[in-house]
């Protein structure tokens, strides 16, 4: 198993990495095999252990060095009996390795995550894929793209789940009755209201597609209709000042709250006093967050022709816009929504079922083995 990080990482991939290790070594053990983790970004060390049915695993960190990760995917290639990348960019040894007969390297397996597998793809990376045995990808959205820009590749989708360690919910959490106090881009410091929207996402200046510079558009429009509809951007990054300054432009300004990062406690204050969670995102190939928001319960606002509608059923755990986004219809999407507390919490409840039928650890590691069992038959 190569991956970009595990444990010690942070963002979506190694989110999702958790959960194919703990899938890889059940593999493993049912089949009777050692595993190897190589991991690419943390620190330099190697540990070994037994799992829980005594099967051998070894983690071994590289510490970043690409030459001792490629050196250690060209050993195990030739004497391994199955190998999974979690990047399309650890896997391009592959493209090397297509003129050998399958029977002469390990079966091979890619998870693709999302744009870095269809958009902007390189020759090398198209290669690979087509070399693998298998492609794994996080969502049928992410998989339908990636058949749209090239064929000759053989994949399934396997929707990810939360990680292993995350806090489910025992039952549809009500909303608190607690108030946070943040600053708000006009500089005055309250008490969020209760038509607080929360979006909680990195604010990248390559990407500028989470929804936060539509959101504030649009939210003076929406103040008219709610008087008291509030938007808190969690998160930071290096578009963080530049959204900022959109926000303290904004007629809405006193009603837009942007905390930066914030702990797990805080982040667990505001998702509990949040009456809906809002990202018009056009760039995730999934969408863990919008998982997160629906363990509390939160309805959630989403667009159609984005990773998001794996996740959020339109009309059932919460709406989906159209894009490119028009204003007039986030607009009526988020007055309607936040008119009709109802309704709300009609589809945070209906989301929160949907996550734990479908998108638990659990869920997302069975998917897994079932996918790569067959390759070792």
């Given amino acids: 198993m190569f991956v970009t ?36 970004h943390e620190p330099t060390g190697t540990t070994h252990r037994t799992g829980e049915s005594g099967e051998r695993i070894m983690e071994k960190s590289h510490g970043g060095s690409r030459y001792m990760m490629g050196a250690a995917i060209a050993r195990s290639l030739l004497r391994s009996q199955l190998v999974l990348f979690d990047h399309v960019h650890l896997a391009t040894p592959l493209a090397a390795l297509s003129i050998l007969p399958g029977f002469m390297r390990a079966k091979t397996v890619i ?31 992410t998989l339908e793209h990636m058949r749209r820009t090239f064929n000759g590749f053989s994949g399934q989708a396997c929707p990810l789940g939360l990680p292993p360690k995350f806090a489910l919910t025992p039952s549809p959490p009500p909303r608190s009755a607690k108030r946070p106090v943040l ?8 008490a969020i209201s209760d038509r607080a929207m929360l979006l909680v996402g990195r604010m990248d200046p390559a990407e500028q597609e989470k929804g936060h510079r539509e959101l504030i558009s649009v939210l003076p429009r929406v103040c008219r209709e709610v008087a008291d509809a509030d938007l808190v951007f969690v998160g930071g990054g290096g578009d963080a ?15 837009i709250f942007l905390p930066g990062r914030v702990d797990d406690d805080q982040l667990s204050e505001l998702y509990a006093a949040a009456y809906a969670y809002v990202m018009p995102s056009r760039q995730e190939g999934f969408g863990l967050v919008y998982l997160e928001a629906m363990n509390h319960a939160l309805p959630c606002l989403a667009c159609h022709e984005d990773g998001a509608a794996d996740v959020v059923v ?9 894009q490119p986004i028009d204003d007039n219809e986030l607009t009526a999407a988020i007055v309607g929504l936040l008119s009709n ?9 209906a989301g929160w079922s949907r996550l734990n039928n479908q998108f638990t ?13 067959p390759l070792l038959r």
């Avoid at 339109?314 to 159209?322: F, Y």
């Fill in 111 to 141: 998870c693709a995550h999302g744009s870095e597998s269809w958009k902007r793809i390189k020759p090398a990376s198209i290669k690979a894929f087509q070399t693998a045995d298998l492609t794994l990808t996080n969502s049928n959205y």
């Fill in 341 to 349: 507390p109802p309704r709300a919490r009609e589809l945070g409840e």
């Fill in 361 to 373: 650890a659990k869920a997302h590691q069975s998917r897994m083995e079932t996918a790569l069992e």
């Fill in 183 to 190: 600053r708000a881009a006009d500089g005055a410091e309250r």
């Fill in 314 to 322: 339109d009309g059932e755990t919460g709406l989906l816009v159209k």
């Fill in 5 to 40: 990080g595990i444990a010690r990482s942070d963002g979506g991939i190694a989110a999702a990495n958790r959960n194919v290790l703990a899938a890889m070594e059940r593999v493993s053990e049912r089949v009777g095999a050692a595993l190897e983790v190589h991991i690419l």
């Fill in 241 to 255: 000042e530049a959204i900022a300054q959109i926000a303290a432009a904004s007629p809405a300004a006193g009603r």
